[in-house]
């Protein structure tokens, strides 16, 4: 279909259910999804290529910023009650540093975890990164969180591959993430979590 003049919104064009999170999430979430669907037809995409290329292959051309996206879409979701959940983080209580060892004084003063967005236990995270913290989202923070009881189920936004080629390189892309996550198969200590990729 094609898109009439103006309309440059961050569009939802993919998704993957991972350990049966699109059916949790519509099941449990159905407000909060929608909401957070609303909330990213709302960002007027021709406002987010603001970062200049240094690359070589790509020398001056205007590129899609992450930090934009993320702020953009942080300034939808915040007024409607989404808000970064921080969790502390006291790395002395685990494991034990061999005899001869002395740890620095400053040990892990201000470690925290953080997830972007949660409302009413659920968690989402917007990656516009590298592939490894696609990969941590998903198969350790919001396993981490759902065990502390902030979260029940998750989804984590992305761009497709479409998206990510008009951004730095190193930017993962919905495509690869999919895949991996499909041969890697799920873990009975998985979140539910409804992947979205996202296209302008």
């Avoid at 497709?160 to 993430?177: I, P, R």
């Amino acid at each position: 279909m094609e898109r009439e003049t103006g309309e440059f919104t961050l569009r939802i064009v993919a998704e993957f259910s991972f350990n049966g999170g699109k059916e949790f999430v519509e099941a449990n979430f159905a407000n909060e999804l929608a909401e957070l669907k609303q909330a990213l037809t709302n960002v007027d995409a021709t406002l987010l290529r603001t970062k200049e290329s240094k690359e070589q292959t790509m020398m001056g051309k205007m590129l899609y910023s992450p930090s934009a996206i993320n702020t953009a879409i942080k300034e939808q979701l915040v007024p409607r009650g989404w808000a970064n959940h921080k969790e502390i983080c006291d790395y002395s209580l685990y494991g034990t540093y061999l005899p001869g060892y002395q740890a620095p004084a400053s040990g892990s003063r201000g470690a925290f975890r953080d997830m972007d967005f949660v409302k009413n236990k659920l968690g989402v995270e917007v990656q516009f990164g590298k592939y490894s913290f696609m990969v941590y989202n998903v198969c350790a923070k919001m396993t981490i969180f759902r065990k502390l009881g902030i979260i029940n189920g998750g989804v984590e936004i992305v761009p497709v591959k479409n998206l990510a080629d008009q951004m730095s390189s190193g930017v993962s892309y919905f495509e690869q993430f999919a895949w991996d996550l499909s041969m890697r198969g799920v873990s009975d200590i998985d979140t539910p979590v409804l992947i979205l990729g996202i296209d302008v």
